[in-house]
Each structure stands twice: as structure tokens, then as C-alpha cells.
T-cell receptor
Framework: GENVEQHPSTLSVQEGDSAVIKCTYSDSASNYFPWYKQELGKRPQLIIDIRSNVGEKKDQRIAVTLNKTAKHFSLHITETQPEDSAVYFCAEEAGSYQLTFGKGTKLSVIP | NAGVTQTPKFRVLKTGQSMTLLCAQDMNHEYMYWYRQDPGMGLRLIHYSVGEGTTAKGEVPDGYNVSRLKKQNFLLGLESAAPSQTSVYFC?????????????FGPGTRLTVL
């Protein structure tokens, strides 16, 4: 079955530095890779996603890269701010509208 | 639009009791999902529905039942609650489009089983 490994489980960075979270997947049929942000006590919300026909996508300070050959994708946050502190989840979908989530990364941005 | 709503927000049950969690969405989405979230485990799919009158098992379906009698509602039932079902439960929905897959989540239900 589908499996998504997410690393690291916790990440602390100084405000203004960059943060990178990596995920690997096993299903070669996976074609959609979203990232969700969950603030403490809140619901997960989509922040960026990428499809398998694209290698990179950017949205202001957030970017996602995808390497289909190696079956991994990464979230990059530049110029981190305290409000970026949250738990981030990667996920993958293999065409059935079902997402398999990673176990999450708790990002702490230290002012 | 309210988006995805869940009822109740919190609940405490005793072992063996039953309850139903209600999820409602006003976005006319076809697909709906129930997840549970436990510390360090991410979001795990319990059951899902691809349309009114349909349900299917996800990754962790044991101990739960679901029903989708109306397109906008998806109910999650616990017939005999166990302490292992203490968790935060999230409902989500999505429209079925090859170009748009975002799942919209409800605010969650925090369930404690004593």
C-alpha cells in the first residue's frame, strides 16, 4: 500500500532562516502532492500543492519541489516568521482522491 | 458559506457507550472523508464516501461505521467506544476534478473515551 515518510519530525529555526521538510513515497502511480499546515488546535489547511508533471512550484515564501525518479518531494519556506510555527503534513494521492499523509513536522520559528 | 462543519466539538464517553459524529458541507462536494489524528501519527483515513449512498473503508475502519444518506452530510458512528478511540476526528470534503484536489477540513471533534 501507499506509504509516506516525512522528515524531520521536529525542526527549529531562527526567524529569517529557511526551513526544509522532506517526504518520500513508495507508490509510483502517485501524481498529486499537497502540503497542509496545522496550527495548534486548528484544522489542517492546504498551503501549496504540486502535480507530477511539474518539478517545482512557488508561492511567495513557500516552494515545493518534486523528484519523481527518486520519489521524494520537499517543502521549502524562506525568510521564516514566527507565524510559520505549526505542524506541516505532506501527502500523496494516486488518482483515487484519497490522500495518504506523512506523520507531520513540528516547525518552531524562534524570534 | 460555512464550508465544512462538525458536531460536536468535544465529547467524553465511557467505555461501551455509543455516539455519532456529524459532518456537514455546503460546497456540493462529492467526496467526503473521516480521519483520526493521534499524536505523532498524522492523519489516518477511517472511512470515506464517493457520493450520496456510498461508503468505503479507509486505513483504520475497525470499530467505526459511517453513513451518507444525504450528499451534504457524512456521519461517523462508534457503536461501543473503547479508550483506543480517544482521538481528534476530522471530517473533510473535496470536489472531484482532475485539476483541483484540495481537501477542505472541518474544525475537528475531540473525543475522550474513559
Amino acid at each position: 500500500g501507499e506509504n509516506v515518510e516525512q522528515h524531520p519530525s521536529t525542526l527549529s529555526v531562527q526567524e529569517g532562516d529557511s526551513a526544509v521538510i522532506k517526504c518520500t513515497y513508495s507508490d509510483s502511480a502517485s501524481n498529486y502532492f499537497p502540503w497542509y499546515k496545522q496550527e495548534l488546535g486548528k484544522r489542517p489547511q492546504l498551503i501549496i500543492d504540486i502535480r507530477s508533471n511539474v518539478g517545482e512550484k512557488k508561492d511567495q515564501r513557500i516552494a515545493v519541489t518534486l523528484n519523481k525518479t527518486a520519489k521524494h518531494f520537499s517543502l521549502h519556506i524562506t525568510e521564516t516568521q514566527p507565524e510559520d510555527s505549526a505542524v506541516y503534513f505532506c501527502a500523496e494521492e494516486a488518482g483515487s482522491y484519497q490522500l495518504t499523509f506523512g506523520k507531520g513536522t513540528k516547525l518552531s520559528v524562534i524570534p | 458559506n460555512a464550508g465544512v462543519t462538525q458536531t460536536p466539538k468535544f465529547r467524553v464517553l465511557k467505555t461501551g457507550q455509543s455516539m455519532t459524529l456529524l459532518c456537514a458541507q455546503d460546497m456540493n462536494h462529492e467526496y467526503m472523508y473521516w480521519y483520526r489524528q493521534d499524536p505523532g501519527m498524522g492523519l489516518r483515513l477511517i472511512h470515506y464516501s464517493v457520493g450520496e449512498g456510498t461508503t468505503a473503508k479507509g486505513e483504520v475502519p475497525d470499530g467505526y461505521n459511517v453513513s451518507r444518506l444525504k450528499k451534504q452530510n457524512f456521519l461517523l458512528g462508534l457503536e461501543s467506544a473503547a479508550p483506543s478511540q480517544t482521538s481528534v476526528y476530522f471530517c473533510a470534503s473535496t470536489q472531484t476534478s482532475p485539476f483541483y484536489n484540495e481537501q477542505f477540513f472541518g474544525p475537528g471533534t475531540r473525543l475522550t473515551v474513559l
